[in-house]
């Protein structure tokens, strides 16, 4: 049976190389100082769904069906013609047509992204993404996205930690759409919270910091392993993703000078638990697995439970 720690993980060789590893880094003769333990996670379908489109384009798609909404001529224009029409295929096939490496509905879909906050401030983007969070649900599961986390995940976080582990987020997600939710959602603070950036400029005369019409680099692919170091400065010795896009990342872990853990989470449930079955995305990572030395979590064998149990509505007075 598995300990209380990874209670949610199956009694399996996937779990059991997880504690091995810990076991290696943490005692004996290759013991590693608790402050070299940096362990790194991708967001969007390592750590909660990302199914049938990561959170943020569902924020962002709100957001451009409004645009489209006072001025009309938007809608027949993509993206904002797959907001309007509810046209969630096109949206996720511009994620999926990336991660094959092609990008040309992907610059589309930024060119728009960008321009939702140019000139709002931080404060004023934070608070618009506070809101979203306290009342949108997940598409298909009809749930809260604080409901969407994957539970197994959230406890390796904690078991990590207890082990002397400093836990970040590397995703291709925006940095500042997931700050006001990864300390509720999985315990990390902010300042651990490492994305893709929008250009920002200084407002003088409002003292405040507020967005540009650009994006400054897109956390994905080599540039992970960059943006790691540059925040971090140090080499992780694990880290988790599940995409084509996570290669370089978990590469980056496992081929250092003490080799690391690199974790592929493989959505392959195929029974009614709520996780969506897919590859796409993720093939050219589960086709190199063996030869680059990930361990692949299946979500259907190695998974006891997927997510939490749902949050109750609150009580009426």
């Known amino acids: 049976m598995p300990r209380a720690d990874l209670r949610s993980w199956r009694d399996t060789a996937t779990r059991r190389a997880i504690e091995d590893f810990v076991e290696s880094v943490v005692s004996g003769p290759g013991a590693v100082p608790e402050e070299e333990r940096v362990a790194v996670f991708d967001n969007d379908g390592t750590l909660w769904s990302e199914k049938p489109m990561p959170t943020q384009l569902h924020y962002v798609v709100d957001r451009w ?69 306290r009342s949108a649900l997940h598409p298909t599961l009809n749930r809260p996205y604080a409901d969407a986390v994957y539970q197994p995940m959230t406890e390796l976080i904690r078991y990590l930690e ?13 940095r500042d759409f997931m700050r006001p939710m990864t300390e509720a959602n999985y315990g990390i603070p902010p300042e651990r919270v490492i994305g893709s950036a929008f250009g920002l400029t200084y407002d003088e005369d409002a003292a405040a910091v507020r967005y540009a019409a650009s994006l400054t680099f897109f956390d994905d692919g080599a540039e992970k392993p960059i943006r790691i170091w540059s925040r971090i400065g140090r080499r ?12 370089e990342m978990l590469d980056f872990a496992r081929r250092g000078p003490r080799a690391g853990f690199a974790l592929l989470i493989h959505h392959d449930d195929d029974t009614d638990r709520g996780d969506a079955t897919y590859d796409a995305g993720a093939e050219h990572a589960l086709a190199a697995a063996g030869e680059n030395g990930y361990t692949v979590a299946s979500v259907r064998d190695d998974w006891d439970a997927v997510f939490p149990d749902p949050t109750p509505p609150p009580r009426r007075a």
């Open 162 to 174: 207890r082990h002397g582990f400093t836990c970040y987020i590397v995703s291709g997600g925006e």
């Open 65 to 133: 069906r409004t645009t489209a909404e006072d001025s009309p001529a938007l809608a027949e224009q993509q993206p904002y013609r797959a907001a309007v029409r509810g046209d969630l295929a096109w949206l996720g096939a511009a994620i999926d047509k990336h991660y094959d490496g092609d990008d040309t509905d992907l610059s589309v879909m930024l060119e728009a992204i960008v321009g939702l906050t140019d000139g709002m401030s931080v404060e004023d983007y934070a608070g618009s993404v506070e809101d979203f969070y």
């Open 236 to 247: 992780p010795l694990f880290a988790a993703g599940n995409s084509n896009g996570d290669m």
